[in-house]
Protein backbone atom coordinates (compact mmCIF):
# COMPACT_ATOMS: atom_id res chain seq x y z
CA UNK A 1 0.00 0.00 0.00
CA UNK A 2 1.48 3.40 -1.11
CA UNK A 3 0.64 6.38 1.20
CA UNK A 4 -0.01 9.58 -1.15
CA UNK A 5 -1.27 13.10 -0.23
CA UNK A 6 -2.71 15.30 -2.75
CA UNK A 7 -4.24 19.03 -2.94
CA UNK A 8 -6.63 19.96 -4.79
CA UNK A 9 -8.62 23.08 -6.06
CA UNK A 10 -11.76 22.40 -7.69
CA UNK A 11 -13.73 25.43 -9.50
CA UNK A 12 -17.38 25.75 -10.50
CA UNK A 13 -20.75 25.76 -8.28
CA UNK A 14 -19.22 24.16 -5.75
CA UNK A 15 -19.87 25.96 -2.67
CA UNK A 16 -23.46 26.15 -0.97
CA UNK A 17 -24.04 22.75 -2.87
CA UNK A 18 -23.12 20.02 0.08
CA UNK A 19 -20.01 19.36 -2.11
CA UNK A 20 -18.01 19.38 0.89
CA UNK A 21 -19.97 17.18 3.47
CA UNK A 22 -21.01 14.51 0.57
CA UNK A 23 -16.84 14.58 -0.46
CA UNK A 24 -16.12 13.87 3.37
CA UNK A 25 -18.14 10.93 2.80
CA UNK A 26 -17.23 9.70 0.51
CA UNK A 27 -13.34 10.18 1.90
CA UNK A 28 -14.22 8.62 5.10
CA UNK A 29 -15.66 5.56 3.18
CA UNK A 30 -12.92 4.67 1.50
CA UNK A 31 -10.58 5.28 4.27
CA UNK A 32 -9.04 8.70 3.13
CA UNK A 33 -7.98 11.70 5.74
CA UNK A 34 -7.37 15.27 5.58
CA UNK A 35 -10.05 18.48 4.87
CA UNK A 36 -11.82 19.90 2.50
CA UNK A 37 -12.28 23.93 2.83
CA UNK A 38 -14.07 26.47 0.73
CA UNK A 39 -11.86 29.35 -0.36
CA UNK A 40 -13.27 33.16 -0.75
CA UNK A 41 -12.83 32.76 -4.73
CA UNK A 42 -15.34 30.31 -4.85
CA UNK A 43 -13.33 27.26 -4.98
CA UNK A 44 -12.99 24.30 -2.58
CA UNK A 45 -9.65 23.46 -1.40
CA UNK A 46 -9.13 19.92 -0.60
CA UNK A 47 -6.16 17.58 0.98
CA UNK A 48 -6.57 14.06 0.92
CA UNK A 49 -4.48 11.57 1.90
CA UNK A 50 -4.34 7.55 1.99
CA UNK A 51 -3.71 4.99 -0.17
CA UNK A 52 -2.98 6.18 -3.81
CA UNK A 53 -6.07 4.15 -5.04
CA UNK A 54 -8.13 5.16 -2.62
CA UNK A 55 -7.21 8.89 -2.50
CA UNK A 56 -7.29 8.69 -6.76
CA UNK A 57 -10.70 7.90 -6.20
CA UNK A 58 -11.98 10.39 -4.18
CA UNK A 59 -9.96 12.70 -6.32
CA UNK A 60 -12.72 11.16 -9.03
CA UNK A 61 -16.03 12.02 -6.91
CA UNK A 62 -14.18 15.77 -6.75
CA UNK A 63 -14.16 15.97 -10.31
CA UNK A 64 -18.00 15.20 -10.17
CA UNK A 65 -19.14 16.26 -6.95
CA UNK A 66 -22.60 15.70 -5.88
CA UNK A 67 -26.01 16.38 -7.94
CA UNK A 68 -26.19 20.28 -7.06
CA UNK A 69 -22.33 21.16 -7.78
CA UNK A 70 -20.87 21.83 -11.47
CA UNK A 71 -17.37 21.32 -11.40
CA UNK A 72 -15.44 22.96 -14.25
CA UNK A 73 -12.17 22.39 -13.13
CA UNK A 74 -10.08 20.19 -10.76
CA UNK A 75 -5.94 21.33 -10.43
CA UNK A 76 -4.04 18.31 -8.00
CA UNK A 77 -0.92 18.62 -6.79
CA UNK A 78 1.53 16.20 -5.15
CA UNK A 79 2.77 16.80 -1.63
CA UNK A 80 4.22 15.18 1.18
CA UNK A 81 1.75 12.87 3.71
CA UNK A 82 1.54 14.22 7.06
CA UNK A 83 0.21 11.06 9.01
CA UNK A 84 -3.23 13.08 8.92
CA UNK A 85 -5.97 11.10 10.62
CA UNK A 86 -9.86 11.72 10.72
CA UNK A 87 -11.56 13.99 8.09
CA UNK A 88 -12.71 17.72 8.72
CA UNK A 89 -14.39 20.26 6.94
CA UNK A 90 -13.43 23.95 7.32
Known amino acids: MTMVRR ?3 VAGRVQGVFYRDTLRREAVRRGVHG ?5 ADG ?3 LELEGDEEAVQAVIGYASAGPS ?3 VTQVVVDAI ?3 G ?3 FVIG
Open 7 to 9: RAL
Open 35 to 39: FARNL
Open 43 to 45: RVE
Open 68 to 70: RAL
Open 80 to 82: EPT
Open 84 to 86: ATG
